[in-house]
Nanobody, 123 residues
């Protein structure tokens, strides 16, 4: 399984961005697809996850109500719509797949990772 994230950029606080993760290879139906982020000098943290075969989602409290994760199984893409962005959302965002059978929130729960895409939110 290979993942490739795109869509990062520079946006003003209060603005929106849409990240996409293109996948290739076979993702098991029991897998979850997730977004994590890592700010400079900080550990990688969970953002959101969605089960590959369904619509069950889990969000970090810090993004709940502002971000939305979705997927297109036919196109094999995972999207993160980010609204009402804040400067503290600035980070490199990574997509991941794995966490078989449960919505993991730790990086170690996920097997496959894409390269990151940088999101910068200016105040």
């Amino acid at each position: 399984v290979q993942l490739q994230a795109s869509g990062g950029g520079l946006v003003q606080a209060g603005g929106s961005l849409r990240l996409s993760c293109a996948t290739s290879g076979r993702i098991l139906n029991s897998y979850y697809a997730a977004w994590f982020r890592q700010a400079t000098g900080k550990e990688r943290e969970f953002v959101a996850t969605i089960i590959w075969n369904g619509f069950s989602t889990v969000y970090a409290d810090s993004v709940k109500g502002r971000f939305a994760i979705s997927k297109d199984n036919a196109e094999k893409t995972v999207t993160l719509q980010m609204n009402s962005l804040k400067p503290e959302d600035t980070a490199v965002y990574y997509c991941a797949a794995g966490s078989r059978g449960r919505p993991g929130t730790l990086p170690s729960d996920y097997v496959y990772w894409g390269q990151g895409t940088l999101v910068t939110v200016s105040s």
